[in-house]
């Protein structure tokens, strides 16, 4: 079993959709929670932390679930500039910063 | 303006060439990280450094080497005996070790074989 799973989509939705993305992690004593976003062919960029009593940022929501180990990503009102991989990102306990990566959820917003 | 700066930004290798991959970050992070993307796949670990002069092996680290002889830097190299080099190499930084701090990434170097 891979330490961070997600649905690799396409999520394919019209502009003003709202889509969630969801991801689980094998690892019970994760301690820190990110989702990033990764454009074709560029680098990842921080989206957002994920913090348990959940947290949002404008049109994102990210709530964890520690009990069933999943974490969500919510985005409403999807933007065409919304189109990327988003990648569930989870810390696992203690030592160095070490973040384990799911492969990403592709998602394109068509108008 | 701070950041992180890899380079070059495409990289091509020959048979049994080494080749070094740049990464300086002026942000005073302390830690830095090397991973590598391959198409359809998460970011796997190659090495990571928290400090100076000194450095781990992360999850796949063989065929490569690195050093960390400054703070700003912490260079990669490719070598001949990492059979299947072609991918996206991305190089991160983050401010302090315990699991709790993001980590920020240079925009990437991209390896082929020729």
């Known amino acids: 079993r891979k330490e961070v799973e997600q649905d690799p989509g396409p999520f394919n939705v019209p502009e003003g959709a709202t889509v969630a993305f969801n991801c689980t992690y094998s690892?019970?004593?994760?301690?820190?929670f990110f989702w990033y976003r990764q454009d074709c062919r560029k680098e990842p960029k921080l989206l957002m932390s994920?913090?348990?009593s959940g947290n949002e940022d404008g049109r994102f929501t990210a709530q964890l679930n520690r009990a069933s180990q999943y974490i969500s990503l919510l985005i409403r009102d999807s933007k065409l500039s919304d189109s990327a991989t988003y990648l569930c990102?989870?810390?696992?306990?203690?030592?160095?910063?070490?973040?384990?990566f799911g492969a990403g959820t592709r998602l394109a917003v068509h108008p | 303006d701070g950041g992180i700066t890899q380079s070059p930004k495409y990289l091509f290798r020959k048979e049994g060439q080494n080749v070094t991959l740049s990464c300086e970050q002026n942000?005073?992070?302390?830690?830095m990280y090397w991973y590598r993307q391959d198409p359809g796949q998460g970011l796997r670990l190659i090495y990571y450094?928290?400090?100076?002069?000194?450095?781990q092996k992360g999850d796949i680290a063989e065929g490569y080497s690195v050093s960390r002889e400054k703070k700003e830097s912490f260079p990669l190299t490719v070598t001949s005996a990492q059979k299947n080099p072609t991918a996206f190499y991305l190089c991160?930084?983050?401010?302090?070790?315990?699991?709790?701090?993001?980590?920020?990434f240079g925009d990437g170097t991209r390896l082929s074989i020729l």
């Open positions: 690892n019970s004593a994760s301690q820190s």
């Open positions: 991160a930084s983050s401010a302090r070790e315990g699991g709790n701090q993001p980590q920020h």
């Open positions: 994920v913090y348990s």
């Open positions: 450094s928290q400090i100076v002069n000194d450095f």
């Open positions: 942000l005073n992070h302390d830690a």
């Open positions: 990102v989870v810390s696992p306990w203690g030592g160095y910063n070490k973040l384990i």
